[in-house]
């Protein structure tokens, strides 16, 4: 896909045009609490480095990064939805991944300077679309993706956003297919930044602290909540690989 030529909001339209594509509206609590890290073109200039994001998520962006990248084996044809875009080079590598297997990247943010911010680092060539949707509201039908990934997006939500946005990342998802969220977990009792973080993230990251409280089954739609669950921690636990399948 050349992607000088199409950027897809809920329809193709020229890619220059991206930021004046019937916008969807942006979320009151994204507004409030992370227009400094995320909305304003600065931030996005600021905070979009490796080095950067690695040192924010205590030197484990790496693993994390390669920890998702495992769950999506090469297969032919893989259609594979991204919810969120997300700083680093987690979406190129997986873009690289999927055209590998002659599949397709679908990739889906609320925020046009996000998708503006991601479509420059993947190659023009990569079989990648890119939309301008609410997590909370995928204009895609049931059961159109392989597999959907949540790289770091629950922790920054509230709780209704959250559930909600796991629902519908469960509806998009074939049966058989699944769900691959990377995010923040509750830390072990001897973990340090058990205590040193809870006070960080009560500042900065106000629904990341949801994320230690609730066990992960408890956000999934009853429907897949016993399901089998592959779980991997990561850093004493601060932080988790989950795999579901639909």
Same mark, same amino acid.
Do not use: W
């Given at each position: 896909?050349?992607?000088? @030529?199409?950027?897809? %909001?809920?329809?193709?339209?020229?890619?220059?045009?991206?930021?004046?594509i019937n916008p969807v509206a942006v979320p009151k609590y994204l507004r409030r609490v992370y227009w400094w890290t995320y909305i304003h073109p600065f931030a996005v200039w600021f905070f979009d480095r490796l080095w950067l994001i690695n040192l924010i998520v205590l030197t484990n962006y790496h693993r994390l990064r390669d920890a998702a990248l495992a769950a999506f084996p090469i297969r032919p +044809?893989?259609?594979?939805?991204?919810?969120?875009? @997300?700083? %680093?080079?987690?979406?190129? =590598?997986l873009a690289a991944k999927v055209?590998? +297997? %002659?599949?397709?990247?679908?990739v889906i943010d609320v925020l046009p300077i996000q998708l503006q911010n991601v479509r420059r680092k993947v190659p023009a060539a990569s079989p990648v679309r890119y939309f301008n949707m609410d997590a909370?509201?995928?204009?895609?039908?049931? +059961?159109?993706?392989?597999?959907?990934?949540?790289?770091?997006?629950?922790?920054?939500?509230?709780?209704?956003?959250?559930? =909600?946005?796991?629902?519908? @990342?469960?509806r998009v998802v074939k049966p058989g297919g699944k769900v691959v969220?990377?995010?923040?977990? =509750?830390?072990?009792w001897w973990n340090p930044f058990r205590y040193l973080w809870a006070i960080f993230l009560s500042i900065f990251e106000p629904f990341a602290l949801d994320m230690w409280w609730n066990d992960i089954?408890?956000?999934?739609?009853?429907?897949?909540r016993n399901r089998r669950i592959d779980r991997e921690s990561f850093f004493g636990g601060l932080f988790q690989k989950v795999t579901i399948l639909r």
């Open positions: 896909m050349d992607r000088n @030529a199409e950027v897809y %909001g809920f329809a193709p339209v020229p890619a220059m045009t991206i930021s004046r +044809g893989e259609q594979v939805l991204q919810i969120s875009c @997300a700083y %680093g080079d987690i979406t190129p =590598k055209a590998a +297997g %002659g599949g397709r990247l679908d909370c509201n995928l204009k895609f039908p049931s +059961g159109q993706y392989d597999s959907a990934l949540l790289f770091l997006l629950l922790h920054e939500t509230p709780m209704d956003v959250r559930l =909600k946005a796991l629902e519908e @990342a469960f969220i990377v995010d923040f977990s =509750k830390p072990q089954r408890t956000l999934l739609p009853a429907a897949v």
